[in-house]
């Protein structure tokens, strides 16, 4: 019995600074997402991110639109679109969220979009966005602001 105390007594010796280690250490960070879309609706955010949601851009004519979906079932949406294609400001032609089982639309004044970035195919289109939104069920305004970094196609 005293020898197992004594083995039990050297184990925790020898892996006591382990346990420390493992204790103590602090999160890593995690790794930076290529690309990734950002809300926050009255003070509620959200955010999808590859490579675990679906994220993807498409240029018609001179409009952007940047449009996101969690995989693998579509419980969570984003989407939005300006005229432009380079670095400026523009009014959103279109904005929506679903999230939470609501979807929040556009109000009488568009969504104002910031691109601060707009790579060619391959690069990134990165910018922000800040306006209002309102529920479409029961058309309670809400402030929302957020950011993106989408890969151009």
């Known amino acids: ?9 050297a184990f925790l010796l020898l892996f006591s600074p382990l346990f420390y280690l493992a204790c103590t250490k602090e999160d890593t960070p995690s790794p930076v997402t290529e690309q990734f879309v950002s809300w926050t609706i009255n003070g509620v955010q959200g955010r999808l991110a590859t ?3 679906s994220i993807s851009q498409f240029v018609q004519g001179n409009s952007t639109y940047i449009y996101g979906l969690t995989k693998p079932t579509p ?5 939005v679109a300006f005229e432009g294609v380079k670095p400026g400001t523009y009014p959103a032609r279109y904005y929506g969220v679903f999230v939470g089982g609501k979807y929040y639309v556009p109000t009488t004044t568009p969504v104002q979009v910031i691109v601060t970035s707009y790579g060619a195919a391959g690069q990134f289109i990165e910018g922000t966005y ?3 939104v309102k529920d479409s069920v029961t058309s309670v305004v809400f ?3 957020g950011s993106f970094r989408v890969k151009a196609n």
């Open 130 to 132: 800040s306006g209002n």
């Open 75 to 79: 419980i969570t949406a984003f989407g």
């Open 143 to 145: 402030p929302v602001s």
């Open 51 to 53: 490579p675990i949601d």
């Open 1 to 9: 019995m005293k020898t197992r105390k004594n083995w039990s007594a």
